[in-house]
């Protein structure tokens, strides 16, 4: 389906309950709404689920600017579109940078959070040379070149290991990712706030989930976003790399689901 905000277009999928607690997924990077579809066809009888495209990936407008607080504000306007007041709001890595912008921006309008695979902190100098080289790749090669380079350290270990049709499925994703889409993404995350001081300000529920094998926001990661924030849960999923809940749809299913039974009566 699509959304039209006036300026742009997000794509999105929806399934589940109109009346129950809506749950809008925000994916990471160069993702789509896609990777949501084992969360959308599990988690229907519980919850609205909900997965959008952001700017720039999927069926969504290819349109600057690309920032952080503008996919933010993005998700705002799709709510506001779809007439939902508040929503758990499920970010996957840069689906959490998204979060935290939304915790900034829009705070009324989160019920409760889920970070998954994600850190609060900033691109070091390092990392943001490294985010000028990527985009340079994908202007001059193309994202299937993007996707030559990330798989490995997207895709944990043991999922490389044995299995091929999830490796597959994602470098599919990534490979199609429109070039400007990536490009625009890398800047914004290049440009992201440190989330670190937001933590504490986080006062709803809040469910960190990571993969033990997760290369790109590891364990200590999680762990210290489940120190920082207050009354967080925080799950380690085994044999699981950066993208947790297509790598281990199940486990991640029974873990959020826990959290929604909990966050329907907060
Ligand atoms: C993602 O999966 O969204 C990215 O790996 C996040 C990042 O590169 O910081």
Redesign the pocket.
Known sequence: MIANLGGIKLGYDESGRGNGLPVIFLH??P?HRGLWAPQLSSLSSQARCIALDLRGFGESSVAPPYTMDQYADDVAAFMDALRIDRAVVCG????G?VAFAMWRRHRPRIHSLVLA?TKASA?SEEGREKRRAMAQLARERGTSAVADATIPG?VGKHTRETSPQVVDLVYRILAKAPVAGVVGALEA?REREDSTSTLATIDVLTLIIVGEEDV??PVSDAEAMHRAIYGSRLRVLARTG??SNVERPAAFNIVLSEFLDTARHA
């Open positions: 990471g990077f993702h996957l890595s840069m689906g940078y695979d691109d997207m995350m790109l926001t950066h993208v």
